[in-house]
């Protein structure tokens, strides 16, 4: 159901991979795969919160029942949808950086198919976060969408992910990521709906604007009339 050979791990070597993982992933924060291996060698007990709050939620039990991928064979009619869809905005955001679905890293650290299946949804649904919150693909971008991440799940990784990336601003990029993009990720994060139990595929076809909505989607700062108000 998941692709990629799932691998069971003892104590000792789940928290050798994750130090592995997170020492790497810090020399070079490119290793989409190690950034993968720290977020389910630490994030189990998240992940199972979140699988729990999915069975509550209709929406989420739907997401549990069909597991929908994203992948292209499964997204590729978002790029036929009409401009002001979710779904439009979605394909422009993929095709304006030469994304593709299909290049995320699967899951192997995992014990049962349902928590698999909970890790891949979170990695796979991350472009769709981009889109609704209005946030680019640079370092801050994706830090303050980490913050959110961590509001919404909980998972250590993410916060190793802001500090790794804090690590590596430049002073003005510091500046403008604490001053403003931190605290509007850290309220976005806690405003918003549980963005793990929504079935995005399902809202493609509806206004972004409205879904934005309809989620509590707070946008992100604009940074050019941010560093006019400084």
Not at 16 to 43: C, N
Not at 158 to 163: A, D, E, G, K, W
Not at 181 to 192: D, E, L
Request: net charge positive; with cysteine; hydrophobic share 40%.
């Amino acid at each position: 159901m998941i692709e990629g050979a799932r691998i069971r791990l003892k104590g000792w070597q789940q928290a050798a991979v994750a130090l592995g993982s997170a020492f790497g992933a810090l020399m070079d924060p490119r290793r989409a795969d190690l950034i993968a291996a720290l977020g389910e060698t630490t994030g189990k007990p998240a992940f199972q919160r979140v699988l729990d709050r999915m069975k509550k939620s209709p929406e989420g039990r739907a997401v549990l029942l069909e597991q929908p991928r994203v992948i292209s064979t499964s997204v590729g009619h978002a790029w036929d949808l009409p401009e002001g869809t979710f779904g439009a905005a979605y394909a422009k955001f993929m095709g304006s950086r030469n994304f593709s679905p299909d290049d995320r890293p699967p899951v192997r650290f995992m014990d049962t198919e349902e928590l698999a299946y909970v890790a891949t949804r979170a990695r796979e649904v991350h472009d769709f976060w981009h889109v609704l919150f209005g946030l680019p693909t640079n370092l801050i971008g994706e830090s303050s969408l980490k913050v959110i991440e961590f509001e919404q799940m909980l998972l250590p990784m993410c916060l190793l992910s802001v500090i790794g990336g804090s690590v590596r601003f430049n002073d003005k990029q510091r500046a403008l990521f604490f001053q403003h993009y931190f605290p509007w990720a850290t309220r976005a994060g806690m405003r918003c709906t549980d963005l793990m139990c929504v079935y995005y595929e399902q809202h493609f076809h509806e206004n972004l604007e409205d879904v934005r909505r309809k989620w509590g989607i707070v946008l992100a700062p604009n940074p050019k009339a941010t560093r006019r108000n400084e």
